[in-house]
């Protein structure tokens, strides 16, 4: 089931999702803006595919202790304290049929809607996710300190994984680029990147040299 979504406002765009019975979308807090009133709205610290997620069904399967799900559950949270996420998320789902929620991102600029499937997941800077659906799994990827020195932009993604729509945020106007279409490689400020597919390599170079020169 394909989650609808509609793009709308000029300085600063807004996305609004049609939730059809059984579809659900979660959402960085401060992100909701507005909804139908048979959407519900609940607060919740586990995320889907997590490792809390994973733990509580393993032990709903095995019938042993939520112990170790809830170690998993202070993980999770405690890794996007430390990335400066939200410690949870709000979860949306309608009710009694299809309903409407609408969501923006924290500063002026566009919105993208990026489609997770085939088994190739998205990469995002921090705190660039909007909301996604349900079946889509999150999870943060650590890039590594020299990696993160290097850009001087943090060492934090947001990692989406399964399948679904994937809504992010970028200050200012967003351009949709693919490498294959320049050769192959595009050298990006690090500051000018909100989200790539994990098929893309990514590393950090430096470009041009220091000019000595005076005049």
Not at 24 to 35: I, N
Not at 83 to 98: I, K, L, V
Request: proline residues 2%.
């Amino acid at each position: 089931m394909t989650l609808t979504t509609k793009m709308t406002g000029g300085f600063s765009e807004h996305i609004t999702c049609q939730l059809d019975p059984g579809q659900s979308v979660f959402a960085e807090a401060g992100k909701f803006r507005w909804k139908t009133t048979n959407v519900t709205m609940e607060t919740r610290l586990s995320t889907p595919g997590g490792q809390a997620d994973q733990a509580k069904q393993q032990a709903q399967q095995s019938g042993g202790s939520f112990l170790k799900a809830a170690l998993a559950t202070a993980t999770e949270v405690g890794k996007r304290v430390i990335s400066g996420q939200s410690m949870a998320f709000q979860w949306f789902t309608p009710s009694g049929g299809s309903g409407l929620a609408s969501f923006a991102g924290d500063e002026p600029g566009q919105v993208r809607a990026i489609e997770i499937e085939n088994g190739v997941g998205w990469r995002a800077e921090s705190r660039a996710l909007i909301c996604a659906e349900g079946t889509v799994h999150y999870d943060i990827d650590w890039a590594g300190f020299n990696l993160g020195r290097r850009s001087k932009e943090g060492y934090i993604f947001e990692h989406f994984t399964g399948e679904g729509t994937v809504i992010v945020a970028g200050g200012g106007s967003l351009m949709d680029m693919n490498p294959a279409d320049y050769g192959g490689k595009i050298q990006v400020h690090a500051g000018a990147v909100v989200a790539f597919a994990d098929s893309v390599n990514f590393s950090v170079e430096r470009i041009g040299a220091l000019d000595r020169k005076s005049t």
